[in-house]
């Protein structure tokens, strides 16, 4: 996996936690 790959996954991950699930 690159570095780029990687940090897309936290990104997600971030943006899920701060947002509600609808």
Not at 1 to 20: C, I, N, R, S, Y
Request: aromatic letters at 14%; proline letters at 9%; zero cysteines.
């Amino acid at each position: 996996m690159t570095d780029l790959g990687a940090k897309w996954g936290v990104v997600v991950f971030v943006v899920h936690e701060f947002q509600p699930p609808k």
